[in-house]
């Protein structure tokens, strides 16, 4: 199945993919929370979908974030070896966990805003896991029952707060409309093999970003079930796996970074794509 949420901001609505065409199911379904991913809910709505009249929905509606705030967004950082390299960093022998707030967390589609005093705002195509059954204590062998699906994340980063400011990665990460979810979440059945995935991100029609899923560092199992070590994941939780080469730190011969009008559109094969206009902040 493929699950979005339409509606405006704050009132969205569950529904699904069928066919290319989009379907409410909001009589079926509460929202796609930790409630509803944890409670069988997949298997319960992929059963009623079969029988049910369901009200189509117009495919110019707005998306909202293809799930209801998780938790937590758990990020893994340099797991690419091309990224690593093109900002100067080691390869990790463990992968490097962060935090990023909930409260950023917007639709696909919505417009990024340039943070208050901010100078390096910067772009993350990424793979991101929704978990779909508790995890604590996971063997890797057993990590990918406890996957609802995937959905497309850009990691939004400015990397002076994340980088120059002191402290942990959170603060460059967190800012408002820097987790911009969807457009609809995948369930695993969708996605032949996580591990052979493209992914591309452009900025004003200028690919940046052209990698595959084959070269994260660690995988989605060992993602799933080494995190599961330190933390309880909770149905509903989100995981994003890192970024390959073509941020705006990268860029050679001189980092360049978003700015007010800048569009960037990114990718991944059997996730859709995202489209996000930058605007400067406004105090609103």
Known sequence: MKLIRFGEAGAEKPGVIIN??????????????EEFFGGDGLEKLKNDIETADLPQVDKGVRLGPALARPSKIICVGLNYKDHAAETNAPIPSEPILFFKATSAIVGP???LIIPKNSKKTDWEVELAIVIGKKASYVSEENALDHIAGYVLHNDYSEREFQIERNGQWVKGKSCDTFAPIGPFIATQDEIADVHNLHLWLTVNGKTLQDGNTSNLIFNVPFMVSYISQFMTLLPGDVITTGTPAGV????KPEPWYLK???VVELGIDGLGSSKQTVKAYSGK
């Open 248 to 251: 705006g730190l990268g860029q």
């Open 260 to 262: 007010a009008g800048d």
């Open 109 to 111: 589609n919505d417009d």
């Open 20 to 33: 290319d065409n989009y379907f409410d199911v909001s009589a079926l379904v509460t929202d796609y929370n």
